[in-house]
């Protein structure tokens, strides 16, 4: 777990504009690379997990940037160079209560929905590690850039017991290839930097303070290609899979929440929330 020393070491003082989002948001940060580009810093100590609250608060935050006609991409990065976000708050799996659970996996799917389907240019800043959900935070990004050596990237849902969405799964079909991904998901494979970009789970790795100033120089040069063409290309290539989620939203509620609830699953989950509160 950061001490408080120890976040304020892992993060760096973030050159920022005021924040254009109100204070109950204050688990995430929306500030001006330029007129054009927003940055949107995940900060939620300690792992930037993503709870219902922290879920919903990202996709309100992706739908204002959008509102504004002014901006025409984003980045995606996280206030610790350590962990960009440690996917799902396990905790909201846990013994949950019913219509809480719905409620999480609805906004959980409203993060994917705010993203994927953006019509900004997105860059994903990945300076630390981004397991399962964090994994699908970046994954929904047009562009990744990672730091090479210690952080991991993959999706290990199935170490946990659990399995990633069809959604997820066709996301990452989608980057990876059919083989790398079976491969991956059935192991629950977690990749270095070096090995997410020989997969093609991103498209760049760097030693990390490299990363933030590559992937500013990224999105401020993916800002300047021409908007409309660049917004109906995205949804040339995501729209059908984002339309068929929109269609099956209830339906992927109920499979996720009879997985969730069912009593072998509920082990799993305790035992691995168990495994990581003792490291
Ligand atoms: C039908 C089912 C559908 C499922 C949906 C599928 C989609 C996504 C699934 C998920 O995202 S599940 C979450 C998967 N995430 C993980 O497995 C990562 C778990 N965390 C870690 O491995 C490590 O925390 C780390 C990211 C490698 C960082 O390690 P570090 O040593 O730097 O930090 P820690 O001390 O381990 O963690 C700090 C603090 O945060 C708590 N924590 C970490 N991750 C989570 C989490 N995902 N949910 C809840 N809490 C988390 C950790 O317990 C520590 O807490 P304290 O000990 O400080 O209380």
Redesign the pocket.
Known sequence: ??STAARALASRSLPRAPSILPPSRSMLTVSRLSPSVAELTLDKA??N??SLEMALAFSAAVSEIEADPSVTALLLRSSST??F?????????SGPEPARLADF?RA?QGTYLSLYSSRLATVACIE?????????LSLMADYRIMTGGG??IG???T??G????YW?KDMFVETVGRRNAELALLKGTLFTGEEALAVGLVDEVLPLEEVYPRAKEEVLKLARIPAKGRAETKRLLRGAAVDELLAGREADVA??T???LEEG?QKGIKA??DS????
Request: glycine share 8%; with cysteine; proline share 8%.
């Open positions: 777990m950061f300690p792992a997990t993503l350590k962990i976000s440690a996917g799902l708050d396990i905790s909201e799996m996996w959980i630390g590690h981004a397991p399962a959900g964090g994994c699908l952080p991991r999706l290990n849902e170490a946990l659990i399995a990633a969405p997820l499979w996720f009879e997985f969730v699953t691995y929330l990581l509160k003792k490291k």
